[in-house]
Protein backbone atom coordinates (compact mmCIF):
# COMPACT_ATOMS: atom_id res chain seq x y z
CA UNK A 1 0.00 0.00 0.00
CA UNK A 2 1.37 3.28 -0.95
CA UNK A 3 1.20 6.43 0.78
CA UNK A 4 -1.24 7.93 -0.59
CA UNK A 5 -3.85 4.97 0.02
CA UNK A 6 -2.61 5.22 3.45
CA UNK A 7 -3.61 8.68 3.62
CA UNK A 8 -7.12 7.55 2.03
CA UNK A 9 -7.71 4.83 4.38
CA UNK A 10 -7.34 6.60 7.26
CA UNK A 11 -9.41 9.67 6.12
CA UNK A 12 -12.11 7.44 5.49
CA UNK A 13 -12.10 5.04 8.61
CA UNK A 14 -9.67 7.72 11.42
CA UNK A 15 -13.29 9.73 12.18
CA UNK A 16 -14.34 13.13 12.58
CA UNK A 17 -11.28 13.98 14.37
CA UNK A 18 -8.82 12.77 12.20
CA UNK A 19 -10.88 14.47 9.34
CA UNK A 20 -10.92 17.78 10.72
CA UNK A 21 -7.24 17.32 11.59
CA UNK A 22 -6.76 16.40 7.27
CA UNK A 23 -8.57 19.57 6.31
CA UNK A 24 -6.73 22.25 8.39
CA UNK A 25 -3.44 20.68 6.92
CA UNK A 26 -5.04 20.79 3.40
CA UNK A 27 -6.00 24.04 4.05
CA UNK A 28 -2.77 24.89 5.34
CA UNK A 29 -0.83 23.58 2.43
CA UNK A 30 -3.51 25.36 -0.06
CA UNK A 31 -2.35 29.03 2.09
CA UNK A 32 1.13 28.18 1.58
CA UNK A 33 0.77 28.27 -2.63
CA UNK A 34 -1.57 31.04 -2.64
CA UNK A 35 -1.11 33.19 0.23
CA UNK A 36 2.39 32.84 2.20
CA UNK A 37 5.13 35.90 1.01
CA UNK A 38 8.27 33.97 1.05
CA UNK A 39 9.85 37.59 1.47
CA UNK A 40 8.08 38.52 4.45
CA UNK A 41 7.87 34.80 5.57
CA UNK A 42 3.95 35.84 6.75
CA UNK A 43 0.82 35.00 5.45
CA UNK A 44 -1.56 37.63 3.41
CA UNK A 45 -4.89 36.44 4.15
CA UNK A 46 -7.20 38.13 2.07
CA UNK A 47 -10.26 39.84 3.96
CA UNK A 48 -12.95 37.20 2.28
CA UNK A 49 -11.00 34.17 3.67
CA UNK A 50 -9.97 35.83 7.54
CA UNK A 51 -12.19 36.91 10.39
CA UNK A 52 -11.49 41.11 10.14
CA UNK A 53 -12.95 42.99 13.09
CA UNK A 54 -14.66 45.98 10.89
CA UNK A 55 -18.38 44.96 11.66
CA UNK A 56 -19.06 45.68 7.87
CA UNK A 57 -16.88 43.03 6.28
CA UNK A 58 -18.17 40.87 9.31
CA UNK A 59 -21.76 41.52 7.17
CA UNK A 60 -20.88 41.59 3.70
CA UNK A 61 -18.61 38.77 3.83
CA UNK A 62 -20.42 36.20 6.87
CA UNK A 63 -18.59 32.93 5.54
CA UNK A 64 -15.82 34.37 7.50
CA UNK A 65 -16.87 33.32 10.86
CA UNK A 66 -16.00 30.25 9.70
CA UNK A 67 -13.42 30.01 7.38
CA UNK A 68 -11.13 31.96 9.23
CA UNK A 69 -11.19 28.24 11.68
CA UNK A 70 -9.71 26.37 9.10
CA UNK A 71 -6.41 29.15 8.39
CA UNK A 72 -3.55 29.05 10.57
CA UNK A 73 -0.36 31.81 11.09
CA UNK A 74 1.97 29.22 10.73
CA UNK A 75 3.43 26.17 10.95
CA UNK A 76 3.77 25.79 14.82
CA UNK A 77 0.57 27.42 15.08
CA UNK A 78 -0.98 24.62 12.98
CA UNK A 79 0.79 21.59 14.87
CA UNK A 80 0.10 22.84 18.12
CA UNK A 81 -3.60 23.34 17.08
CA UNK A 82 -3.70 19.84 15.68
CA UNK A 83 -2.29 18.00 18.52
CA UNK A 84 -4.65 19.58 21.15
CA UNK A 85 -7.53 18.92 18.80
CA UNK A 86 -6.20 14.96 19.02
CA UNK A 87 -5.88 15.04 22.20
CA UNK A 88 -9.29 16.78 22.87
CA UNK A 89 -11.15 14.89 20.13
CA UNK A 90 -10.57 11.54 20.86
CA UNK A 91 -11.71 12.37 24.61
CA UNK A 92 -14.44 13.74 23.82
CA UNK A 93 -15.86 11.16 21.76
CA UNK A 94 -15.76 8.35 24.52
CA UNK A 95 -18.71 10.60 26.06
CA UNK A 96 -20.56 12.11 23.06
CA UNK A 97 -21.35 11.64 19.24
CA UNK A 98 -18.59 12.72 16.16
CA UNK A 99 -21.79 14.47 15.50
CA UNK A 100 -22.00 16.84 18.53
CA UNK A 101 -18.23 17.36 18.31
CA UNK A 102 -18.27 18.77 14.98
CA UNK A 103 -21.09 20.91 15.90
CA UNK A 104 -19.26 22.24 18.55
CA UNK A 105 -16.10 22.60 16.38
CA UNK A 106 -17.99 24.98 13.97
CA UNK A 107 -20.09 27.02 17.00
CA UNK A 108 -17.19 27.04 19.14
CA UNK A 109 -15.06 28.78 16.29
CA UNK A 110 -17.96 31.01 15.58
CA UNK A 111 -18.65 32.18 18.96
CA UNK A 112 -15.15 33.08 19.73
CA UNK A 113 -14.67 34.83 16.20
CA UNK A 114 -17.84 36.70 17.37
CA UNK A 115 -15.91 37.61 20.58
CA UNK A 116 -13.03 38.81 19.05
CA UNK A 117 -15.29 40.76 16.38
CA UNK A 118 -17.16 42.69 19.01
CA UNK A 119 -13.86 43.12 21.45
CA UNK A 120 -12.04 44.86 18.78
CA UNK A 121 -14.76 47.21 18.24
CA UNK A 122 -15.28 47.93 21.37
CA UNK A 123 -11.63 48.83 21.73
CA UNK A 124 -11.77 51.01 18.48
CA UNK A 125 -8.81 48.64 16.81
CA UNK A 126 -8.17 46.45 13.83
CA UNK A 127 -7.16 43.29 13.30
CA UNK A 128 -7.93 39.39 11.71
CA UNK A 129 -7.90 36.40 13.16
CA UNK A 130 -6.92 32.95 11.50
CA UNK A 131 -6.77 29.41 13.73
CA UNK A 132 -8.84 26.82 14.89
CA UNK A 133 -7.78 27.56 18.71
CA UNK A 134 -11.27 28.76 19.60
CA UNK A 135 -12.91 25.76 17.89
CA UNK A 136 -10.60 23.20 19.79
CA UNK A 137 -10.62 25.50 23.37
CA UNK A 138 -14.28 24.64 22.87
CA UNK A 139 -13.86 21.16 23.02
CA UNK A 140 -10.56 21.03 25.37
CA UNK A 141 -13.29 23.04 27.77
CA UNK A 142 -16.15 20.88 27.41
CA UNK A 143 -14.98 17.26 28.24
CA UNK A 144 -13.00 18.81 31.21
CA UNK A 145 -16.15 20.43 32.36
CA UNK A 146 -17.87 16.82 31.72
CA UNK A 147 -14.78 14.97 33.42
CA UNK A 148 -12.81 16.94 35.58
CA UNK A 149 -11.36 14.06 37.64
CA UNK A 150 -10.58 11.82 35.10
CA UNK A 151 -7.51 10.20 35.52
CA UNK A 152 -5.01 9.97 33.13
CA UNK A 153 -1.33 8.56 32.89
CA UNK A 154 1.49 11.07 31.30
CA UNK A 155 4.61 9.43 30.48
CA UNK A 156 7.26 10.59 32.41
CA UNK A 157 5.22 12.85 34.44
CA UNK A 158 2.55 10.04 35.72
CA UNK A 159 -0.94 10.74 36.46
CA UNK A 160 -2.95 13.85 36.77
CA UNK A 161 -6.82 14.81 36.68
CA UNK A 162 -8.12 16.07 33.25
CA UNK A 163 -8.60 19.65 34.57
CA UNK A 164 -5.39 19.69 35.89
CA UNK A 165 -4.12 18.81 32.01
CA UNK A 166 -6.39 21.39 30.42
CA UNK A 167 -5.08 24.09 32.57
CA UNK A 168 -1.75 23.26 31.90
CA UNK A 169 -2.61 23.29 28.41
CA UNK A 170 -4.54 26.20 28.22
CA UNK A 171 -1.55 28.20 29.84
CA UNK A 172 0.82 26.79 27.12
CA UNK A 173 -1.55 28.31 24.88
CA UNK A 174 -1.59 31.76 26.03
CA UNK A 175 1.89 31.50 26.77
CA UNK A 176 2.93 30.18 23.11
CA UNK A 177 1.21 33.07 21.04
CA UNK A 178 3.07 37.03 21.54
CA UNK A 179 1.43 38.87 24.37
CA UNK A 180 0.23 41.59 22.10
CA UNK A 181 -1.94 39.02 20.27
CA UNK A 182 -5.01 40.48 22.98
CA UNK A 183 -7.28 39.67 19.68
CA UNK A 184 -6.14 35.70 20.05
CA UNK A 185 -6.31 35.36 23.53
CA UNK A 186 -10.08 36.45 23.53
CA UNK A 187 -11.00 34.45 20.94
CA UNK A 188 -9.37 31.93 22.81
CA UNK A 189 -11.47 32.74 25.98
CA UNK A 190 -14.06 33.01 24.25
CA UNK A 191 -14.10 29.42 22.88
CA UNK A 192 -12.92 27.89 25.91
CA UNK A 193 -16.85 29.62 27.98
CA UNK A 194 -18.61 28.18 24.82
CA UNK A 195 -17.56 24.53 25.48
CA UNK A 196 -18.29 24.91 29.16
CA UNK A 197 -21.80 26.63 28.35
CA UNK A 198 -22.35 23.72 25.76
CA UNK A 199 -21.56 21.04 27.96
CA UNK A 200 -23.71 22.77 30.75
CA UNK A 201 -26.72 23.43 28.65
CA UNK A 202 -26.46 19.91 27.21
CA UNK A 203 -26.98 18.06 30.84
CA UNK A 204 -29.94 20.33 30.87
CA UNK A 205 -31.74 19.19 27.84
CA UNK A 206 -30.58 20.99 25.48
CA UNK A 207 -27.93 20.47 22.30
CA UNK A 208 -26.47 23.49 21.04
CA UNK A 209 -24.77 21.22 18.18
CA UNK A 210 -28.48 19.83 16.93
CA UNK A 211 -28.93 22.87 13.87
CA UNK A 212 -25.26 21.68 12.65
CA UNK A 213 -26.39 18.25 12.81
CA UNK A 214 -29.31 18.71 10.81
CA UNK A 215 -27.05 20.50 7.74
CA UNK A 216 -24.39 17.95 8.00
CA UNK A 217 -26.71 15.35 7.31
CA UNK A 218 -28.37 16.86 4.45
CA UNK A 219 -25.29 17.73 2.77
CA UNK A 220 -24.26 13.91 3.56
CA UNK A 221 -27.63 12.61 2.00
CA UNK A 222 -27.00 14.89 -0.96
CA UNK A 223 -23.75 13.69 -1.42
CA UNK A 224 -24.62 9.96 -1.25
CA UNK A 225 -27.36 10.70 -3.93
CA UNK A 226 -25.01 11.97 -5.63
CA UNK A 227 -22.75 8.69 -5.42
CA UNK A 228 -25.96 6.58 -6.90
CA UNK A 229 -26.74 8.64 -9.64
CA UNK A 230 -22.41 8.28 -10.54
CA UNK A 231 -22.32 4.43 -9.84
CA UNK A 232 -25.60 3.70 -12.03
CA UNK A 233 -24.64 5.81 -14.87
CA UNK A 234 -21.25 3.92 -14.70
CA UNK A 235 -23.00 0.50 -14.51
CA UNK A 236 -25.40 1.91 -17.82
CA UNK A 237 -21.86 2.65 -19.80
CA UNK A 238 -20.01 -0.61 -19.06
Not at 38 to 45: L, V
Not at 224 to 237: A, D, M, S, T
Request: glycine fraction near 10%.
Amino acid sequence: MNILEDLKLQYKTGGIVQKLIFWNIGVFLLSLIFFYSFSTRQFNYPTWLGLYSNFTNVITKPWTVISYMFLHGGFFHLIFNLLILHFSGRLFVTYFTERQLFGLYILGGIFAGLVFVISFNLLAKESYLVGASGSIWAILMATATYAPYLLLRIPLIGSAKLWQVVAVILLLGILSSPFQNIGGHLAHLGGAFFGFLYIKLLQNGTDLSKGISKIQVFFEGCLHQRKKLLLKKYIEIQ
